[in-house]
């Protein structure tokens, strides 16, 4: 077993260095030597650097559905952020309107920390929320304008929008 696992390692680091210079291709769009060589160089530290985390979960965690549930996640969370966008100019715009900054909590409902990290991201990137701390279970949360203070309201007006579907995704 420790045989096919050393074995493996190769081909882990020279998959990551391949999948990174091929970013590295596509972000610098041109074959230019001089790029060509400074994206071997530097794609080939970053490989080495993080393949084994870059290729730990391999293949198995990718699925069918899970890729269709992320393009879901992705238009739901631009549909969400522009909705705030939106009504964080119109508090900008209208000082007069009256405004409750505070920080409130809910529990969430996920257990895989990597969707933990991303429901917190995706609060934080909502223009008038951002996480302050996640304890276990428990999200904090500065909120612009304090509309509910009841946790299970915060948790839907702030969080169920986003964690319905990373439960799909993740769970």
Do not use: C
Request: glycine share 4%; charged share 15%.
């Amino acid at each position: 077993m420790q045989t096919k696992n050393l074995a493996s390692k190769p081909v882990r680091f020279f998959y990551s260095w391949l999948v990174f210079f091929l970013v590295w291709l596509a972000f610098t769009t041109t074959l230019q030597l001089a790029e060509v060589l400074t994206g071997l160089a530097v794609t080939f530290v970053l490989a080495l650097i993080s393949y084994e985390t870059f290729t730990g979960w391999g293949f198995k965690g990718i699925k069918l559905g899970n890729i269709w549930w992320s393009i879901v996640y992705i238009f739901n969370f631009i549909w969400l952020m522009v909705k705030a966008n939106l009504n964080v100019a119109r508090i900008v715009l209208t000082p007069s309107l009256p405004i409750n900054p505070g920080i409130v909590e809910f529990e969430t409902k996920l257990t895989n920390e990597y969707a933990k990290v991303v429901l917190a991201n995706s609060i934080t990137l909502t223009p008038g929320t951002f996480t302050v701390d996640v304890v276990g279970n428990k999200f904090y949360i500065h909120w612009l304008d304090v509309t509910v203070t009841d946790p299970q309201e915060v948790y839907r007006e702030i969080a169920e929008p986003f964690e319905r579907i990373l439960l799909k995704i993740f769970n």
